[in-house]
């Protein structure tokens, strides 16, 4: 009898789990932020028809300073309507203004988002500058990195070529 209500409690809460799961995921796609150059849009406006890339960084993180060139470098090796790019800022609301000058300094031709409140921060808890992730289309998370070392972008080159072709 024991066994039975562990197994019902078990299934319970592997469901109420997977559930939040699923609702997080469509949250990802829908929380609305501004972008740098003013408009407010979601990651699913963004995103890929295969894969979105979306990188949490802020201005005063070293490690995201010296990913962002190769993130830059990386994207133009895929067609943006396949695998979408995506920068997500986190700098205080206070910092904000100078976020869109850093991100022409860094030549970064992608959508940033500006996540001051840190509301898809929080969803997907973000809790290490900087963190990249790759949805799928659907938005749901197949890879996260955290922090950044010089070669890391070979890690999300073979990642992104892997889930490419799995979904082929």
Request: hydrophobic fraction near 40%.
């Amino acid at each position: 009898m024991k066994q039975t209500y562990l197994i019902c409690f078990l299934l319970i809460t592997m469901g109420l789990v997977q559930t939040h799961t699923l609702q997080a995921q469509s949250a990802v796609f829908q929380i609305k932020l501004k972008e740098i150059n003013g408009y407010y849009r979601t990651i699913g406006d963004l995103k890929g028809s295969q894969l979105t890339i979306v990188d949490f960084w802020a201005t005063w993180c070293k490690p995201c300073v010296k990913s962002i060139p190769k993130l830059v470098e990386l994207s133009h090796t895929y067609d943006n309507e396949t695998v979408a790019f995506v920068g997500v800022n986190v700098d205080s609301p206070r910092n904000t203004s100078k976020v869109r000058p850093f991100a022409m300094s860094r030549r970064i031709d992608y959508p940033v988002l500006l996540d001051s409140d840190q509301a898809l921060y929080g969803e997907l808890l973000v809790s290490v500058l900087p963190t990249l992730f790759i949805l799928d289309k659907e938005g749901k998370v197949l890879y996260t990195h955290e922090g950044y070392t010089t070669g890391d972008e070979k890690i999300f080159k073979e990642k992104i070529d892997q889930f490419l072709s799995d979904a082929k």
